[in-house]
């Protein structure tokens, strides 16, 4: 996919968490629209990027870092990290930046945001941001459909999915779609002080992710029912607590229970979202 520039590419937009699922994609469609990249790493050094790519060394939650980090650029792909948000603003508003665009979530929009340990930690990037004059964009994801590489060891050793709830609905969004809406935002005007929730073009239940997943590596996958009790024993030797309760709460709360599609990717980006099975296609190799 080539994405063409709308506007005067001339300025250096930086990529946070360049690295990342996301922001890897983030950086490529950029380079595709000829646009200047810099991205920030802890350690610039181990930093695997297209060598166009300025790498700097910087770090979100030590603010002294960024201002040579934000010399001269004018937009911002931002994930979410609250500490040091506000020496972030800081150093943003001093060094002249004009949009951010933040990998937020869709749970701060739930009717629980202000007890959810999840939102509360996207919230509070999104407030600072929202109080300080410079123009922001929010992208607020459901869940990525990245969640189910949790599932690519046993997968690659025991052709086997262990899940508490396979009947469990989720909207699972591809990444390389979160990045083209971050994309959008960034190089299309109109977008300044918008938030977007995403989620992927169908609701899915863990059984029906697990016979994709199948069905792109070419060799069955054995669904196995666990007990909670276990699946949080598992899924904490890859995930932070705080992301496993959040996940096996949002589980027990839509098993059995089709969850509603948003339409807004293919809104911003003009083209349909990318399934599941495109997804699981994509990422064969991490299950085979």
């Given at each position: 996919?080539?994405?063409?520039?709308?506007?005067?590419?001339?300025?250096?937009?930086?990529?946070?968490?360049?690295?990342?699922?996301?922001?890897?994609?983030?950086?490529?469609?950029?380079?595709?629209?000829g646009?200047?990249?810099?991205?920030?790493?802890?350690?610039?050094?181990?930093?695997?990027?297209?060598?166009?790519?300025?790498?700097?060394?910087?770090?979100?939650?030590?603010?002294?870092?960024?201002?040579?980090?934000?010399?001269?650029?004018?937009?911002?792909?931002?994930?979410?990290?609250?500490?040091?948000?506000?020496?972030?603003?800081?150093?943003s508003?001093?060094?002249?930046?004009?949009?951010?665009?933040?990998?937020s979530?869709s749970?701060?929009?739930?009717?629980?945001?202000?007890?959810?340990?999840?939102?509360?930690?996207?919230?509070?990037?999104?407030?600072?941001?929202?109080?300080?004059?410079?123009?922001?964009?929010?992208?607020?994801?459901?869940?990525?459909?990245?969640?189910?590489?949790?599932w690519?060891?046993?997968?690659?050793?025991?052709?086997?999915?262990?899940?508490p709830?396979?009947?469990?609905?989720?909207?699972?969004?591809?990444?390389?779609?979160?990045?083209?809406?971050?994309?959008?935002?960034?190089?299309?005007?109109?977008?300044?002080?918008?938030?977007?929730?995403?989620?992927?073009?169908?609701?899915?239940?863990?059984?029906?992710?697990?016979?994709?997943?199948?069905?792109?590596?070419?060799?069955?996958?054995?669904?196995?029912?666990?007990?909670?009790?276990?699946?949080?024993?598992?899924?904490?030797?890859?995930?932070?607590?705080?992301?496993?309760?959040?996940?096996?709460?949002?589980?027990?709360?839509?098993d059995?229970?089709?969850?509603?599609?948003?339409?807004?990717?293919?809104?911003?980006?003009?083209?349909?979202?990318?399934?599941?099975?495109?997804?699981?296609?994509?990422?064969?190799?991490?299950f085979?």
């Amino acid at each position: 996919m080539t994405i063409q520039p709308s506007h005067d590419v001339s300025d250096v937009i930086l990529v946070t968490g360049a690295t990342g699922n996301v922001g890897r994609h983030v950086v490529q469609q950029l380079l595709a629209a000829g646009v200047p990249v810099r991205a920030t790493s802890r350690r610039p050094e181990s930093v695997n990027l297209p060598g166009q790519v300025e790498v700097v060394g910087a770090d979100l939650t030590q603010p002294a870092t960024l201002p040579a980090a934000l010399a001269g650029v004018r937009k911002v792909f931002l994930y979410a990290e609250p500490r040091g948000i506000d020496g972030f603003v800081a150093a943003s508003k001093a060094a002249g930046v004009k949009h951010v665009v933040l990998l937020s979530s869709s749970s701060v929009v739930a009717a629980d945001a202000e007890t959810s340990p999840i939102a509360r930690l996207h919230l509070d990037v999104e407030r600072p941001l929202q109080a300080s004059g410079i123009p922001w964009t929010f992208i607020r994801p459901g869940a990525f459909a990245t969640n189910s590489l949790m599932w690519a060891h046993s997968i690659r050793s025991d052709s086997v999915v262990r899940t508490p709830y396979p009947e469990s609905h989720s909207t699972p969004i591809h990444e390389e779609d979160l990045a083209e809406v971050a994309v959008r935002a960034l190089l299309d005007p109109g977008h300044e002080n918008a938030s977007y929730v995403l989620s992927g073009p169908e609701s899915l239940t863990q059984r029906r992710q697990a016979e994709l997943i199948a069905e792109a590596i070419g060799r069955p996958v054995r669904l196995e029912v666990i007990t909670p009790a276990r699946a949080r024993e598992e899924m904490s030797r890859v995930m932070p607590p705080m992301a496993v309760d959040a996940l096996l709460r949002y589980q027990a709360l839509s098993d059995g229970s089709p969850l509603p599609v948003q339409a807004t990717a293919r809104d911003v980006t003009g083209r349909p979202a990318r399934t599941f099975a495109q997804w699981a296609r994509d990422h064969a190799s991490d299950f085979r």
